[in-house]
């Protein structure tokens, strides 16, 4: 077993779940496939409802001063948006994703880049993404990623019946996150503690509504553009630890 083996299989697990999909959602009809869309939309709210249940944990809230974990979570959400605005990573995304679309020759009416921003976007959240690779690094197993992979597989297979090829190339993002974070595991070791795994286990969670609320066509948020806040939050649950 080498270091690393956790993200390729998640990446093969996308990108053979999305081959599937994609096989056979050109069968579907168009209702059909909106109606798998609206019922990826709710599940993954229904995911998000799970991240969020540490802000009201003992663990977390003994680590911080009473009252402050939903402060902290706001300045966290805010500071990361202020910064993600400011680097237009939603738009930087959005670019990658239409260079990607001309690359494969996917037409303009295509949903290629909705399916690459929203599969990037749902791929790359979440606790098991940095736990997972953390433990990769440190050579502790892949059992978390293994089972994120089984999770992607599905998602990529549903996701990519209606949003198509976009979705396997989420896989270049992903690729990089996570080898970054096991990277970090490598060279740190154990570097986060739980109040701040949960801190971004949070902010996670509201990224993933706002991507259920995408998929639904309820409100279009800007998720990419808050994705600093998931570096930012063990570093301000940090400081309000401290304070304690």
């Known amino acids: 077993m080498f270091i690393g083996l956790g993200t390729t299989i998640n990446v093969v697990a996308i990108v053979i779940g999305s081959a599937i999909g994609i096989l056979v959602g050109s069968r579907l009809r168009k209702d059909s496939q909106k109606s ?60 990658f994703g239409e260079s990607l679309r001309k690359r494969f020759r996917a037409s303009e009416e295509s949903p290629f880049v909705e399916g690459f921003v929203t599969a990037s976007l ?29 999770l992607d597989f599905f998602a990529a297979m549903a ?48 990224m993933l509504i706002g991507i259920g609320l995408r998929l639904l066509d309820i409100k279009k948020i800007a998720v990419a553009n808050l994705l600093p ?6 570093l301000i649950a940090t400081g309000a630890h401290l304070l304690v």
């Open 36 to 95: 798998i869309t609206d019922i990826l939309g709710l599940i993954t709210i229904l995911g998000a409802v799970g991240a969020l249940a540490p802000l009201w944990s003992s663990d977390f809230t003994s680590a911080l001063y009473q009252g402050a974990p939903l402060l902290i979570i706001l300045l966290t959400m805010l500071l990361g948006g202020f910064i993600g605005s400011a680097m237009h990573l939603e738009d930087r995304l959005d670019v």
């Open 122 to 150: 749902l791929f790359v959240i979440g606790p098991l993404a940095i736990l997972g690779s953390v433990s990769d690094g440190m050579s502790q197993g892949i059992d978390q990623l293994l089972l994120k992979s089984s």
């Open 159 to 206: 996701f990519a019946s209606t949003l198509g090829w976009g979705v396997a190339a989420s896989i270049i993002p992903l690729a990089i996150y996570q080898g970054s974070w096991t990277v970090i595991g490598w060279l740190a070791g154990n570097v986060l503690e739980q109040y701040q795994i949960d801190a971004m286990t949070i902010c996670g969670g509201l």
């Open 229 to 234: 806040a998931l570096f930012l939050a063990p």
